[in-house]
């Protein structure tokens, strides 16, 4: 398991080198930015689009497991994701464009506490989604095609 760990982390980071800013991982066609410190959820929307980017939105079960192990090694127990029903309740949409998802994680259950929690996290022990207020400060990633994509 280690082996595999460090085989990813080291392909992600010499992809970074061809087609990510500095301090930007690549996964395929992307680059991602992984947050050092916390912050509530629309500081972190702002905080990527600052960058040229929105927070993560997920292709695939794929992508996100990739971004997720990365999360491991920082040691993360929380991630913002960018996915929020704030506009309507009970509604997940894009926080970046409002548009709608084709693909959810949510753990069973979730999301399940209406007008009190409108923004989606991943919690890492369950490596699911469950809805949180949009005011707790967690950790975040960015997301933005990469270079010679854009
Ligand atoms: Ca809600």
Redesign the pocket.
Known sequence: MFFVIVAIGLSGFVGSAHVCDNGWRAYKNHCYWFSDDKAVFSNAVTNCFKFGSTLVEFCGKKEERWAMLQNRIKGYDLVWIGYT?SLE??KYVYASSGETPSYFNWLKGQ?H???T??CAAVEMTEMKWH?YPCSHPMFYICKKPAKHYA
Request: aromatic share 0%; charged share 60%; hydrophobic share 0%.
């Open positions: 029903d309740e009970g999301p506490k209406g007008k929690e409108n809805d």
